[in-house]
């Protein structure tokens, strides 16, 4: 009988799904869309609520005549972004000039909590910060 847990084990294993496995083209076509306003040192909303292993397409809009960033290095190292949208995340922050928008299809990481903060000179401490809830 020691044998058989090994091999329910080994089985487990083989019908997880891989971590570096794509989402299909459902996945995307489905995602749910999420508007991000970034302006004069707020984001609108600044608590962000998203659900765990749910397809979203993030609208991030700079509504400011000047450049953001919207910066969440964990949130963005964890989550599953479309293989054609990861060129917009570098270092884990979205950059936006003035008026400009960019989507980011992406699935939620695991639950918890993200920070999120602009890191242009002293746009965090005029209280452009916030955080990402994923249930």
């Not at 600044?46 to 005549?65: C, E, P, Q, R």
């Not at 190292?77 to 003035?98: C, F, H, T």
Request: net charge neutral; proline share 6%.
């Amino acid at each position: 009988m020691s044998h058989v847990r090994p091999l329910a084990a080994l089985i487990a294993l083989t019908l997880m799904p891989s971590a570096g496995a794509q989402p299909g083209p459902d996945a995307w076509a489905n995602a749910r869309s999420l508007t991000l306003q970034l302006s004069s040192f707020r984001f609108d909303p600044s608590d962000i609520m998203l659900d765990h292993g749910v397809a979203y397409d993030l609208h991030f809009v700079n509504n400011s005549s000047g450049g953001h960033d919207f910066a969440g290095r964990e949130f963005f190292a964890q989550a599953q972004i479309r293989p054609e949208d990861r060129a917009k995340v570098r270092n884990g922050r979205v950059e936006l000039g003035g008026g400009e928008s960019v989507d980011v299809h992406l699935i939620a990481p695991v639950p918890g909590s993200y920070k999120i903060r602009c890191t242009h000179f002293m746009h965090s401490a005029f209280g452009m910060t916030g955080r990402i809830v994923v249930r």
